[in-house]
T-cell receptor, first 117, second 113 residues
Framework: NAGVTQTPKFRILKIGQSMTLQCTQDMNHNYMYWYRQDPGMGLKLIYYSVGAGITDKGEVPNGYNVSRSTTEDFPLRLELAAPSQTSVYFC????????????????FGAGSRLTVL | GDSVTQMEGPVTLSEEAFLTINCTYTATGYPSLFWYVQYPGEGLQLLLKATKADDKGSNKGFEATYRKETTSFHLEKGSVQVSDSAVYFCALRSSGGYQKVTFGTGTKLQVIP
């Protein structure tokens, strides 16, 4: 199984440019998440989705947009890149369900390192 | 709101030393608790979990017990190896709402031969 696949792994952007980080999962998980990881700051939730067509803001949504047109895909869009968005971005997924052994455990992608200059 | 506090790193230990990484939490209701591990250049992966008070999660020689009375979930291992060098994250999943997951800031462990 591929699990959670993120692309690209590395990207350098100029201030004001736009880009999309891609995320695909093949586990039929209903929940998907985008986190950013800054040094010494742990993970901050940007956006999440509880199913196709449903998305909501996390802790740090400003400057980002998402969509969830299918169960598998959850792209993250940066419209006007700023240096403050330099970070490592992680996509994750999980399935909900009480009493199921693997339920509610996050599966992470390998990360996308973004630098904005 | 929910929060997770874990001990500052980095932690440097010699091989075969005893490891403790402290984690305390603040949450309403009955959250599930997790330890995730991140090896260099990789994403996070589940190390162990506990879903109710007094549960003990264990995996790869690591253990953590869900202590509701002290709101803690400390990670322990009796004898660390060089291969355990990684960043360890404590996390909780809230029992209500959409099951929000809150992470601690991570503790970097370096094990030297």
């Amino acid at each position: 199984n591929a699990g959670v696949t993120q692309t690209p792994k590395f990207r350098i952007l100029k201030i004001g440019q736009s880009m999309t980080l891609q995320c695909t999962q093949d586990m039929n998980h209903n929940y998907m998440y985008w986190y950013r990881q800054d040094p010494g700051m742990g993970l901050k939730l940007i956006y999440y989705s509880v199913g196709a067509g449903i998305t909501d803001k996390g802790e740090v949504p400003n400057g980002y947009n998402v969509s969830r047109s299918t169960t598998e895909d959850f792209p993250l869009r940066l419209e006007l890149a700023a240096p403050s968005q330099t970070s490592v971005y992680f996509c994750a997924s999980s399935y909900s369900g009480r009493g199921l052994s693997g339920a509610n455990v996050l599966t992470f992608g390998a990360g996308s390192r973004l630098t904005v200059l | 709101g929910d929060s997770v506090t874990q001990m500052e790193g980095p932690v440097t230990l010699s091989e075969e030393a005893f490891l403790t990484i402290n984690c305390t939490y603040t949450a309403t209701g009955y959250p599930s608790l997790f330890w995730y591990v991140q090896y260099p250049g990789e994403g996070l992966q589940l190390l162990l979990k506990a879903t109710k008070a007094d549960d003990k999660g264990s995996n790869k020689g690591f253990e953590a017990t869900y202590r509701k009375e002290t709101t803690s979930f400390h990670l322990e291992k009796g004898s660390v190896q060089v291969s355990d060098s990684a960043v360890y994250f404590c996390a909780l999943r809230s029992s209500g709402g959409y099951q929000k997951v809150t992470f601690g800031t991570g503790t970097k462990l370096q094990v030297i031969p």
